[in-house]
Each structure stands twice: as C-alpha cells, then as structure tokens.
C-alpha cells in the first residue's frame, strides 16, 4: 500500500509538479529575454518549448523574429508562433495576425490574419480588436464590411486602446447613422 502511495505521488510530480517548476523556470527566462540575457532567455525556453509550452514557444518565436541572441529566421518564428497559437496564447495569436495582416496585397494574408486577430480579439486583446477592425476595413471595405469593422473599432476603443478609438472616429466619417447605431450588436 506504501509503494502505491509513492508511486502517486512520484507520478504526481512528474506530471503537475514539474510543469510548476518550468512555469517559475519561464518568468526566469522571460526576465533574461527583457534584459538582453538572450543566450540564457533561450538556454530557459528550448525544452519547454520541446515539450509544447506555449509561452515557451511564443518567446523563442520572438527571439527568432528579432534575431535576439540567436540568427534571424522567420520561418522558425512562424513555426513557433503557430503551434504557441494554437494552443490558444493569445499574444502568439495577436502577434501571428499582425505579421499575416503586414502582406495586405495577399487576399489569403489578410484571411490568415483574421482567423488569428478573431482569436485572441473574441479573447479580449484589445490590441487584436483593433487590428481586426483595420483587416476587416481592408478585406470587406468601406461598403460591406464597415459594420463589422467600426464595431471591432468601438470595441477595442472600450478597452482603452488609443489606436482603436482613432479609428473608431474615422471610420465614422464613412458610415451611415443606421449603421453607426447596429454596431454596438454586431459582435456581442
């Protein structure tokens, strides 16, 4: 019966405990990533990373975007940010849908970014709401998607985003009362 018990135990650890151990581990790195200690921040973020972390991963995309500490290369940071993504982080979501949205020439860009922006937007990233708000203007334009678009605006103008509520006030020059007033219901 005592082997049983520390078998769980033991067990326990492994699994929950030691996921407590590399979520302190992380503010570590974090903290050598915002003091430049970028060597270390990696040294820190590869095995979480390994292990599926998504803050890890957002990190170390990060890292491979700026080339901080280690070289530049783009195709390793959207890697990165994908899998941290898609679990659910919203900063790599945010982060993922700013860098899609920078190729607006690209339909399927801008569609990328606005499956990602809804994510961490829905989520309440008031940076996203805006974001979304401007790929939405750009996607739908003027004419059809200004509903939606203002909306995202006035949303991520509530949650104190300075951008947003600048272009919450723009957007407003080109919309009729009527739509002004269906905003508010749009996306809640």
Request: glycine residues 8%.
């Amino acid at each position: 019966m005592k082997k049983v018990s520390v078998l769980v135990v033991t067990l326990s650890y492994l699994f929950f405990g030691h996921q407590g151990w590399a979520n302190s581990d992380l503010t570590v790195g974090i903290d050598a990533f915002e003091n430049g200690e970028y060597e270390r921040a990696i040294d820190i973020f590869n095995l979480p990373a390994e292990r599926g972390n998504a803050q890890a991963q957002y990190y170390l995309a990060l890292m491979y975007l700026l080339g901080a500490g280690i070289e530049k290369n783009n195709n390793s940071a959207f890697s990165f940010l994908k899998l941290s993504a898609n679990q659910g982080y919203v900063s790599a979501q945010t982060l993922l849908g700013s860098l899609y949205a920078q190729e607006p020439e690209k339909v399927e860009n801008l569609e990328e970014a606005e499956k990602w922006l809804q994510r961490s937007a829905d989520k309440g990233d008031s940076e996203a709401q805006y974001l979304l708000a401007m790929v939405l203007a750009q996607l739908h334009g003027i004419d059809k998607g200004n509903v939606n678009a203002y909306a995202w605006a006035l949303i991520s103008c509530g949650n104190y985003n300075k951008i947003g509520c600048d272009f919450q006030r723009s957007y407003e020059f080109n919309m009729a009362a009527i739509d002004i007033q269906k905003a508010p219901l749009q996306n809640r």
